[in-house]
C-alpha cells in the first residue's frame, strides 16, 4: 500500500454467532457485498466490531478471516485498539504477520495520563513498525480528544499516516484538513461522522469511516462518487438519504449505548439478508420484537427492504 | 416582521468605552458596517454582545441604539437571555417596546430542572407575548441541549419560529433541519457554528449567524449568495478563508473561554477602525500586548487587512 | 459582625403564594422556626433559595423580610449571586443598604472565563464593600470549581472570609480546611454537602449551610453541639438519620432537577405546616399527588411527622 | 474465605525492572512490608498497579508472585478488570487457578452499553465462579457511575459480596452503607478515597482500598484500629496526617494523571527503599528530577524519611 487512502472505508461490523463464535459465512458474504459496492477500502477491527470486547484469539481470527476473503482487492486497514502501548503492539504484530495495509489505534485508555503521553504513544507505534498508522481519535471511548496541533506535527514526521476522526468535532477537522492541505496533504483524513460526510467533504476529507457503509455502502460510494465529480447537490441528496437511514440507530426503545447503535447495524444485515443473527458479545443482547420491526420500519422507508 | 428569517444574522459585538459604558458612535458604525455588507438581520444582545453580563439599564440601552440606528433596514432579533421565565418575560417587555422584530430565548440556567420544565419556558414565553420567538439552543453556556422532538413539536405548534442552533452538534442539526422541511419549514433553523457554515448549509439550513461576522460580514454574505445560487465551491473556499480568520479566537496566549473568543472580535474589530477600543466587562480585561498583535497578523493574513 | 461565622447556618427557602408573590406569613414562620431550634446564621437567598429565579424587585423583598424577622437575632448571609461582577456589586449594595452581616458569591456564570477572571471577580468585589465577603463554590451551578489553592491565597489576604463549599468535593474541602487551619484559620470554611456533614466535621469544618436544615434545623444544630462536644458517636447518628430524611429529595418520580430537590424542601414544609403552599418559580410546577405522599412517608419514617 | 472482608486491604503497586518486567524482589519486599504492617488483605491487579497496562502474561505473573509471598497471611483479592464479559471470566479462571480468595470487577469499558447491561455483566460473572466478587465502582476510568439500588440489590442475592468504591461520591457511599446495613449487612463496602476514609468510616465503610496505603500502610491500619476503638479523634488526626502524606501526588509539575499519582506512589516506595526503581508502563515516563525532590521533602515532611 503505497498509495494514498482514500474514498469510503466501512469499520466493519463482526457477525457472530448465537454460541458467540465468528460466523465466517455471513462474515464473508458481508465483506463481500461491500468490496462489490465499490468501497475503496475495509477497516476490520474497529469499535463498530467490538473489537475490544472480542477475546484476543476472536480478533486475531476476524483479521485472518478479512484478510482471505478481501485478497487484496481492497486496502485492509486493521483496528490495533487497545489499554496500552506495548498491548497495541502485540496487535500491530499479529496485523504485520496477517498482512494488513494499515493500522488503525487510539490513545490509550483506562487511566488517562497527559497528552504528552498520548503522543509518545504513537512515536513508540511507529517505532516498531513499518506499517502505516492511522491517528483514531474517538473521545467517546477513550476520553481525550487528540488535539489538531499534535496530529498535525505527527503527519508532518511521518509517524502517522493519517487520521480516522470519530469526534464529532467538525470544527477540528476542519483545521485538522486545513493544516493537512497546507503542508502537502502527506495524511489521509477520515470522517467517522456518518450522518453529516457532506460537511466533511466540504472540510476537505480525503474519505469516510461511516459505521452505517455496513448497511448501505452503495450509498456512500455514490455520495463519494458524486464528491469526486464535483457534483454537490447529489453528495447533499445522498446524505439526507443516509440520515434517514441511520435512524436504525436511534428507533430502539429500552436500549442505550453501542447496543443500540452497532445492534441496530446487525439488526439491519440480518433483516437485509446478509448476516444469520443479529447477535452480540456479552453482556449486551440482541435486539428484538419491537425494536427489530422499527429498524425494519426505516429499511422499508428508505428503500433498502421490500415492504 | 411576516417573512421568515433567511440568511446572514450575525450576533452583534457591544462596544464599550474605558468607562464601560456604551460607545454609541463605534456602535453606529458597526451596525452600519455590517448592514452595507448586505446583512440578513442583525441579532442584538446575543451570547458575543456579553448580554448576561450587562446591567439591565445598559442591556436596554444597547437595543434601543441598535433599533434606532437599523431604523427597519433589516430584522432586530432582540436576545431575551435570563436564568427563569418571568426575568425573560420582563426583557421580552422591553423588546416589544422597542420594536425588536423578534425575540431570542435559552432554557433557563443556574440551577438545571428537567425538560419538561424546558418546554413550559417556551410555551410560557409564547403565551406571554406575539413577537415570534427563536429558541436559542446554546449547552455550552445554559448545560442543557435543546432535543431535536422537542423543538419539531414547539415549531409545528407555532411556539417558536425558529432556532439559532449553537450547541456544535451537526448531527442533531440535521436532524432539526429535515425535520423542519419534512413538515413544511415552518421554522427558520440558524446555525451559530462559524467554522463549518458550509456544513449547515449543506444540511438545508436558512441561514447562519456567525459571531465572526461582525469582523467579517461580507465574507458570510458572499457564501449565503454562492449558496442560493448552488454555487457549491464558492460556499466552501469562503469557508476555509473564514476558518483562517477565526484563529483571531485562538491565537491569544493566557487567556481562555469568551475572553479570547469575544475579546478577539472585539479586538479586530479596534484593528479595522470600527470600534475605538477591545473594552470588555470586569473581570474580564481586554487582550493587549502580544495577544493583539497575534491577532493584526491574522487580520492581515487573511486579507482584511493592510501590512 | 466580627466574630467569625461558625455552625449551622441554613440556606432559607422562599415561600411563595400561588400568585408567585413572596407569602411574607410564611416566611415569618420560618425564620422563626429555624433561630428557635437553635441555628447560628441564615443565608438568605442561596441558590436553595431560587435566588437567580426571583426578579430583583423579589430578591430585595425576600431580604428585607429577613432582616426584619431575623433583627440581629442570629447572622444574616446574603446571597448577592448573579452573571457579572457589576451585577454583583448591585446586589451588594442592596444588601448593604438592608444591613446584612455578610455576603455570599458565587464565580461569574453563563459563558465561562478564566480563573484569573474568577480571581479578579472576587478581589473587585472585595474593592467595592467593607461587608465579609464568603466565596461560593458551586460547580454544579456555575460549572467552575474554585481552586483551593485561590481561595486559600485570596483568604489569607482578607479578600474572602470564608467559603461556602457546595461542591461536593471532600477532597478539596479537606485540603481547603487543613489549609485554612494552617495559617491560623483567617476563614470561615462551611460545607453544603449535607448528607455527609459529619465527614466534613471530621475534616476541620466550621460549620454547615444544609439545605435540609430548613426542614429539620433542629437536626442540625444538635450534631453541630455534638461536634463542639466531641461527641463523634452522636454526630455520625444524627447524620445517619438526616440522610434518612433527605430521601425526601430522591423519592419523586418524573421530576429531575432542583423540582424535585428544592421541591421536596417547600413541599416538606408545607407537610409540616411551616409553608402555605409549595409553590415554585416557573416554570417549574410544585410536586403533587403521589409524589407529596412520598415525602409524607419519609416525613413520618424519620419522626418529623406523626402517622 | 469465608469471613467478610473488614479493614484495611491496600490496592498493591507494582514495581518494575528498567525491562519493564516485573521487579520479583521489591515485589516481595513490599507485600511483606505491608502484611508486617498489619494490613487485612492485599488488593492485587487494581488500578493502581497498571493492571490494564500489563500484558496478559505479565498480570499472570503479578498475581502469581503476590499468591507465593502473602501465602494465606491476608485474604488476596484480585483484580479481574477488562473491557467485557468473557475477557474478565477468562482473568477469573487464571485468579481461581492461583488461588485468590476475591475477584474485583468493573462494569465493562470502553464503548458504553446501559446499566442493565452492566448488571448482566455482574451477573454472568457470578454464574462463572464460585468465588465473591467485589463490584468496583470507578467511574472515573470506565465511565459509568454503579448506581446504588442495583449494587444493593446485587448484594441482597449474592451476586456481589461487597462493593470497592472509588467514584469519589461520598453521598452515595453513605446510601450504599445505610442500605447494606439495613439488610443485615450482606456486603463488604469497602472505601478507596484515601484523603477521607475518615468519613467513609463515620458513614458506615466496612474497610478501605487506599492507593497511598502502598506508601504509608501502619498509618491506615492506625487508623482502622482507632475507628474499631471508637478513637474518632485518632481517625481523625492520623487522616490528616495522611492527607498531608498524599501531597507526593500533587507536587510533580509538568506531569498529569496516573503519571503523577500512580508515579508518586513508585516514587515514594523507591525513596524509602521498597522498590528499586520508579520505572512505569509506556507511555508514561517515570518521575524525575525536581518531581523525585518535591516527592522526598512531602516524605519527609511527614516523617516517613529522615531528613
Chains 1, 2, 3, 4 share one sequence.
Not at 489538531?148 to 477540528?172: C, H, R, W, Y
Not at 472540510?203 to 460510494?221: E, F, T
Request: charged share 20%; aromatic share 6%.
Amino acid at each position: 500500500m503505497n498509495a494514498k487512502i482514500r474514498g469510503v472505508v466501512p469499520p466493519v461490523v463482526t457477525p457472530l454467532l448465537p454460541s458467540g463464535e465468528l460466523d465466517v459465512e455471513s462474515y464473508e458474504r458481508h465483506l463481500n457485498r461491500m468490496i462489490d459496492a465499490g468501497v475503496d477500502g475495509l477497516f476490520v477491527l474497529g469499535s463498530s466490531s467490538e473489537v475490544v470486547f472480542l477475546t484476543d484469539e476472536r480478533r486475531r481470527q476476524v483479521l485472518e478471516v478479512a484478510a482471505r476473503v478481501i485478497d487484496g482487492r481492497v486496502p485492509l486497514l486493521a483496528g490495533v485498539i487497545d489499554t496500552q502501548t506495548e498491548r497495541v503492539i502485540d496487535h500491530i504484530r499479529v496485523a504485520e504477520e496477517i498482512g494488513a495495509d494499515a493500522v488503525v489505534a487510539t490513545a490509550p485508555f483506562y487511566a488517562i495520563a497527559g497528552m504528552a503521553e498520548v503522543e509518545r504513544h504513537f512515536r513508540l507505534l511507529h517505532e516498531a513498525t513499518d506499517l502505516p498508522i492511522f491517528a483514531y481519535d474517538i473521545p467517546v471511548c477513550v476520553h481525550v480528544k487528540l488535539p489538531t496541533p499534535m496530529l498535525l506535527q505527527l503527519g508532518k514526521e511521518g509517524v502517522i499516516a493519517g487520521v480516522k476522526d470519530s469526534s464529532g468535532d467538525d470544527v477540528s477537522f476542519r483545521y485538522l484538513a486545513m493544516g493537512n492541505k497546507a503542508m502537502g496533504s502527506p495524511m489521509s483524513i477520515l470522517t467517522g461522522h456518518e450522518v453529516v460526510v457532506d460537511g466533511a467533504y466540504m472540510a476537505g476529507a480525503d474519505g469516510s469511516v461511516p459505521g452505517l457503509g455496513n448497511v448501505d455502502p452503495a450509498g456512500y460510494v455514490r455520495q463519494w462518487k458524486a464528491y469526486e465529480a464535483g457534483d454537490w447537490e447529489t453528495v447533499r441528496v445522498e446524505q439526507d438519504r443516509l440520515a434517514e437511514l441511520m435512524r436504525i440507530a436511534m428507533v430502539s426503545k429500552g436500549v442505550v449505548g453501542y447496543g443500540s447503535g452497532v445492534g441496530s447495524f446487525k439488526t439491519a444485515l440480518w433483516l437485509l439478508g446478509v448476516f444469520e443473527t443479529n447477535q452480540m458479545t456479552p453482556p449486551v443482547l440482541p435486539l428484538e420484537g419491537e425494536n427489530v420491526e422499527a429498524i425494519r420500519e426505516v429499511l422499508i422507508h428508505t428503500g433498502l427492504l421490500d415492504n
